[in-house]
């Protein structure tokens, strides 16, 4: 929350909208463009789940849009890797979904930020904490959910093709066939889901939508 002191009575808002400048629109015009087409049906299925709610309320709804979480830095990051790599498999993995779930998520979660922060550790927590969320870079958590809509199609732009996406558990069913001995499944080498990590890989998202690695490969 911001609060303004400008007049006689301050002003608390959780929203504050700002004018982008030129070079910010120029880098986000290539996430416009390749997401036209889901924007504009997250933008339908918001009318009318919003529609549906003023009703229930017996009051209009006056204020709708779409909070989405924006990063630039995937694009840059398919980018470059093409740099650096002529050929090969180009693989990521992390907390995330595709563009169509996490559009889902901001209709049916409408007051979720997309922005998952975690305390500093315990012995960091007086001077990075209790201080604020950015105050210890480095130290202090805040997490988002990779699009890995935005990084595959920002990878087909550059010559990328999409040869798997799904859970992490999809690495369960691949096997190296040049290996001498076959490698047992890695939640058998593990012993099982016996840790918190192993858990957050492997965890269903419904109570939190930034849980549950997922595995993108491109060549």
Known sequence: ALLFRSGAAPVVTEDLYLALSGS??????GWFRRHCEELAVAAAVWDAAASTRAARAGAPDTLRHLKLVVR???AGFVTQASAIVDRGFLLTM??????????WLSVVRPNFEGIHTMDARAQYA??????????????????TSVDFTEVAKAGDELGWEVRAYGPLFLLEGAFDEFAEQPHVHMLERAGGIRTIGVKGWYHKPEFEPWSSFKLLVQE
């Open 24 to 29: 910010r629109c120029e880098e986000l015009e």
């Open 72 to 74: 630039p830095g995937e």
């Open 94 to 103: 992390d907390y995330g979904a595709d563009f169509d779930a996490l559009s």
């Open 126 to 143: 007086a001077e990075c904490t209790a201080v604020s969320y950015l105050q210890c870079p480095g130290l202090q958590d805040i997490t």
